[in-house]
Each structure stands twice: as structure tokens, then as C-alpha cells.
């Protein structure tokens, strides 16, 4: 039996520890444009890309914190050589 995908919407709130309100703050939509997309288990195209737009945003955001640290580190190693 197949197994159905669950909708990005729902997915995405629940990775990210979101309520629809807090999600829809966050890339432009009402909570209840969120529910009603959900609820008919429809998905726009521009809610889809809203949606993957913000979470390559999350994920850029945490690749430059992971570099800032990296750079913080290797900073404190050339400091350390002089």
C-alpha cells in the first residue's frame, strides 16, 4: 500500500516546531490561508516556493553561522602563532 505524502505545509510546521501563524508570519500567508491549503489539501505554486524559499534561507543562515565560527576559530589560531 502506498503510503501518502503529508502535505508540505503541515510537514514544514511540524520540522520546524511552527504553528500555521507562526509559519505564515514568516513567509507572507495568513494562518488561514495556511489551513484552508491544508484542509483541501491543495498547495499553490506560489505558496510552494514561499515555502522552499524559506527554507533555504534557514538552511544559508545556518551555513554562515557554521563559517563565522569556523572563521572565529581560525582567527584565534593565527593570534595564537604570533
Not at 513567509?27 to 491544508?38: A, F, Q
Not at 506560489?46 to 572565529?72: H, R
Request: glycine share 4%.
Amino acid at each position: 500500500m502506498e503510503k501518502k505524502e503529508e502535505h508540505l505545509v503541515k510537514r514544514v510546521s511540524k520540522e520546524l516546531g511552527l504553528t500555521y501563524k507562526e509559519l505564515g508570519e514568516k513567509i507572507g500567508y495568513s494562518e488561514s490561508n495556511l489551513r484552508k491549503s491544508v484542509s483541501e489539501n491543495r498547495l499553490s505554486l506560489p505558496l510552494e516556493k514561499a515555502i522552499k524559499l524559506y527554507l533555504e534561507t534557514l538552511e544559508l543562515k545556518e551555513k554562515m553561522n557554521e563559517i563565522n565560527k569556523l572563521k572565529d576559530i581560525l582567527r584565534t589560531l593565527l593570534i595564537e602563532k604570533r
